[in-house]
């Protein structure tokens, strides 16, 4: 090899060393800041009404969260547009892990199918952190309601087509697409009114606003349990242990109809994978606790926790489910 050749490969070695030992040293850096990760209060940014079954599972989980970590996690609720204005914040917050986004798959999955222009996308726009539970749904009507079973609205919704109404958090949300998936597959009409979120939609049942809805077993439970709301019917595919008397729509009215929703953590794309590693370990720490894993059996929400590379995974697997399904159903946003 001659003088000429050597001086080239030497000149070249250096320059890579000098990339890698940059690149080690942002690597290192990432690795303090994680560890010494937070250094001031969290803001979580609940997309949906207070009271709703992800903002009761937020304040659970996160709540133990904060006692582990040491930190401050404030929790805003910005209802409004079925979700679509609290993600935004969050999709355009500085990606640091002081800004994070507990949604619901309505606002990961069903929106973005629904709407032909969005501000962000969900697949690209955000960092995946942890799925942290499944919220399970049963169908409620007022208290004194003459409908007993799902056979019972259906019936009622054939003898007068499009009299009766039914209450969603907004369009686009849960309880719009599992009501609108219920009537095409029992081949009624149902008149949709929407409401600013779905703590709002359960009391318009409750006080005769509207005539049903289907909805989160965690956002109704007290309504139920104060005797203002009945719940007719779930929508898993068993019983839930909370409510044994209560049958599945399946078995009381429409066969094979099932429907649940879950609640996830996410983050602005871009924020650091350490950080989020260090959010999913810790929710994950918080959602092996008996009593936080109580509570929320307890309010109807069945505690999961993901990777975040199994929750990406799930939400585009989702993402594609739902747009095919609203597309068969031929659902819109109104």
């Known amino acids: 090899m001659n003088r000429r050749h050597l001086t080239i490969k030497l000149v070249s070695f250096i320059r890579t060393a000098g990339v890698v030992s940059m690149a080690l040293g942002v690597f290192s850096a990432t690795q303090v800041w994680a560890q010494s990760y937070p250094q001031k209060p969290i803001r979580l940014?609940?997309?949906?009404?207070?009271?709703?079954?992800?903002?009761?599972?937020?304040?659970?989980?996160?709540?133990?969260?904060?006692?582990?970590?040491?930190?401050?996690?404030?929790?805003?609720?910005?209802?409004?547009?079925?979700?679509?204005?609290?993600?935004?914040?969050?999709?355009?917050?500085?990606?640091?892990?002081?800004?994070?986004?507990?949604?619901?798959?309505?606002?990961?999955?069903?929106?973005?199918?629904?709407?032909?222009?969005?501000?962000?996308?969900?697949?690209?726009?955000?960092?995946?952190?942890?799925?942290?539970?499944?919220?399970?749904?049963?169908?409620?009507?007022?208290?004194?309601?003459?409908?007993?079973?799902?056979?019972?609205?259906?019936?009622?919704?054939?003898?007068s087509p499009g009299q009766l109404n039914y209450g969603s958090g907004g369009n686009g949300s849960p309880q719009h697409i599992a009501m609108a998936l219920f009537a095409s597959q029992a081949g009624v009409q149902l008149t949709h009114v929407p409401y600013k979120g779905a703590t709002q939609a359960a009391v318009g049942v409750a006080g005769h606003e509207v005539q049903v809805a289907f909805q989160g077993i965690a956002t109704v439970s007290s309504l139920i349990k104060a005797g203002k709301l009945r719940l007719i019917g779930v929508t898993t595919p068993r019983r839930l242990a909370q409510f044994p008397d209560v049958p599945t729509v399946s078995e009381s009215g429409l066969s094979g109809f099932e429907f649940n929703s879950w609640f996830a953590m996410m983050a602005p794309a871009g924020t650091p994978k350490p950080i989020v590693e260090k959010l999913q370990t810790e929710i994950a720490k918080a959602l092996a606790d008996p009593s936080i894993k109580e509570q929320l059996f307890g309010l109807g929400l069945s505690p999961r926790g993901t990777s975040p590379d199994q929750l990406a995974t799930e939400l585009r697997a989702q993402f594609a489910k739902y747009g095919n399904l609203i597309r068969q159903a031929n659902i819109t946003a109104e």
């Open 45 to 159: 940014i609940v997309p949906l009404a207070a009271g709703s079954a992800v903002d009761n599972a937020a304040r659970i989980v996160m709540q133990k969260v904060a006692t582990n970590m040491g930190a401050a996690i404030a929790i805003e609720n910005q209802a409004g547009a079925a979700g679509l204005i609290g993600a935004d914040r969050v999709a355009k917050s500085a990606p640091d892990g002081y800004t994070l986004g507990g949604f619901n798959d309505s606002i990961m999955t069903m929106l973005p199918n629904l709407q032909a222009k969005m501000p962000w996308d969900i697949l690209k726009d955000f960092e995946p952190v942890s799925l942290v539970a499944t919220v399970e749904w049963g169908l409620v009507v007022p208290a004194d309601s003459a409908i007993k079973t799902a056979a019972d609205l259906i019936a009622a919704a054939k003898k």
